[in-house]
């Protein structure tokens, strides 16, 4: 793609899809390691959401990709061989372990907010040293290890955590533990930093500068085409911030300033971005998908708007509860309201809903299959698909043929 100057809004789709490795058919084997090691490079920040609605939403942004695989399997060769590691990337995360430098500033610059119960609690300083030598001292532990210590008095719908865990998590954020690997319930299991990153990684050291261009490289290869809020967007940094290492990066190659149709903002073409011919096949998108997460990109792209209403009022939402996108081809063209029954063993599909302007025969027939194909990789028998929504008939239907 070198010398282009100017891209089509299609061209930008396909682009940004085979930057997130969505230009090419799902493994016809069983996904191993090389193909995590494939969608993980590509992702370069792996968004960790626990919410279990249907899927952890992390699981179903590999599933997205590589079709049906085995967690566990993942979950073991994340945490198992010190390539990857937990940090606060884009937000919790996971991250090749050669990006524990490149967030070095950002441990270094944490301080607790000031709603942390951590800043009543008496002897603070003593505790939470005591924490890390009970790390240091016994290995590798969960909140549920450490003594439990009386917190401040809880107001009506505060997140609930106890002191030890807001101490760890705080050691985790400063960069004096890290995650070792996560228990069956998704709880976290914190050691010392040394005892889980290889020690070329844990020792290497960037300036401030350096490690901002290098975070906004990895996130241009990771979107393909992006405006400068896009790429500082990825890791979670400021465009004040991110402008001056983005035209370095310019100036280095590494991006070039290309010119999009209807965007209004200028376009950076990663060195490193493809142009398919075409996009093929379907997938549902995790609300925490990097093709989705940052809306005004999926809106600017595909036409798309989205947004999560979890937290909505269950009278006050438009779409649903916990709604995934659907893509076919390099269109987003519909959005599916979905609940794992693990009790009843079904798939439910609370709402369907098509995006404007696309052929709702072929959407159906599609979103069928992958339902059914989702429906399968979470051990659910069956598929109800409620009335709820414009083509949800249609779709109840497809899915029983």
């Known amino acids: 793609m070198k010398g282009r100057v100017r891209l089509s809004a299609p061209e930008a789709r396909r682009v940004s899809l085979a930057a997130q490795d969505m230009h090419r058919d799902r493994p016809a084997c069983t996904p ?7 969608a993980l490079q590509a992702l370069q920040v792996l968004q960790l959401d626990f919410v279990n609605v249907l899927v952890p939403a992390h699981y179903l942004i590999l599933w997205s990709r590589l079709g049906a695989y085995d967690r566990q399997g993942f979950d073991r ?3 198992g061989r010190g390539d990857y590691t937990e940090q606060w990337a884009h937000e919790a995360s996971i991250v090749p372990s050669d990006a524990w430098p490149l967030l070095a500033q950002r441990r270094a610059a944490y301080e ?3 709603n942390n119960p951590l800043h009543k609690l008496r002897d603070r ?5 005591s924490v890390l030598e009970q790390v240091q001292s016994e290995g590798a532990l969960t909140a549920t290890d450490l003594p439990p210590v009386p917190g401040p008095k809880r107001k009506p719908g505060d997140w609930h955590r106890s002191i030890p865990r807001w101490a760890l998590e705080y050691h985790f954020a400063r960069g004096d533990l890290a995650v ?3 228990l069956g319930n998704f709880q976290r299991v914190y050691d010392l930093p040394e005892r889980i990153i290889p020690e070329d990684r844990l020792s290497a050291s960037f300036d401030n500068e350096t490690a901002t261009r290098e975070m906004l490289r990895r996130a241009s290869a990771a979107l393909g085409i992006a405006t400068k809020r896009d790429l500082a967007d990825y890791f979670r940094m400021s465009p004040r911030e991110a402008g001056p290492r983005i035209e370095e990066l310019v100036e280095d190659g590494a991006l070039a300033r290309v010119e999009v149709e209807n965007w209004q903002e200028p376009g950076y073409l990663s060195a490193t971005a493809r142009l398919p011919r075409a996009i093929e096949g379907a997938s549902l998108l995790s609300p925490f998908d990097p093709v989705v997460w940052y809306r005004p990109r ?6 798309f708007h989205y947004r999560i209403e979890i937290y909505v009022p269950a009278a006050k ?12 081809g390099d269109r987003i063209v519909a959005r599916v309201d979905l609940k794992a029954d693990r009790k009843s ?7 369907a809903h098509e995006e404007p302007g696309v052929p709702i025969a072929e959407i159906a027939d599609a979103l069928a299959g992958e339902l059914r194909a989702l429906s399968e990789w979470l051990c659910l028998d069956t598929i109800r698909v409620s009335r709820r929504g414009d083509f949800a008939r249609l779709l109840a239907r497809a899915v029983k043929t």
């Open 77 to 79: 060769f994340v945490y």
């Open 32 to 38: 191993d390691a090389r193909h995590f090691r494939r």
């Open 345 to 351: 063993r079904r798939l439910l599909v609370l709402a």
């Open 298 to 303: 999926a809106e600017r792209l595909f036409d």
């Open 317 to 328: 939402r438009k779409w649903g509860y916990y709604v995934l996108p659907f893509r076919l």
């Open 112 to 114: 607790p907010s000031k």
């Open 180 to 182: 070792s690997h996560r």
């Open 125 to 129: 300083g003593r505790y939470l040293d």
